[in-house]
């Protein structure tokens, strides 16, 4: 169990899939490049790379605006060699990977609480 305290440790934020391709040499690794509504100190557009092991469920090509449920916090990670800024939530129905996502449209960022 964990507290509640600890939990809302969390950034939890909806992101929107604007790229994505295989990592080469990987059959399940995709890089993502998500928006998560983070901007620079010019008010420029930052997106987030983030390596998720959706690939045997999911082509790039159908992953491509979808809506995904982003851990933002989480401290970055080297796949193959690929800095990874954050975890996507997801689920398995026996073999598939399912990714979790809002119901409806909402702005990159938007914060899960």
């Known amino acids: 169990m ?12 909806v992101g ?19 928006d998560l509504g983070d901007k ?4 420029s557009f930052l997106a987030r ?9 999911y082509s790039p090509e159908e992953l491509l605006g ?6 933002a916090n ?3 990670r080297k796949l193959m060699g690929i800095e990874s800024q954050g975890m996507l939530l997801a689920t398995r129905d026996g073999e598939r990977v399912v990714l979790l996502g809002p119901e ?4 990159p960022g938007s914060p899960i609480s």
């Open 40 to 43: 620079d100190e010019t008010g």
């Open 66 to 71: 979808k809506e995904i449920i982003v851990v």
């Open 74 to 76: 989480l401290e970055p």
């Open 16 to 34: 929107k899939i604007l790229s994505a391709e295989r990592v080469q040499d990987s059959d399940k690794l995709v890089r993502l490049m998500v």
């Open 104 to 107: 409806q449209l909402v702005s």
């Open 49 to 57: 790379q983030i390596v998720a092991g959706i690939g045997v469920s």
């Open 2 to 13: 964990i507290t509640f305290e600890d939990f809302k440790k969390l950034d939890l934020r």
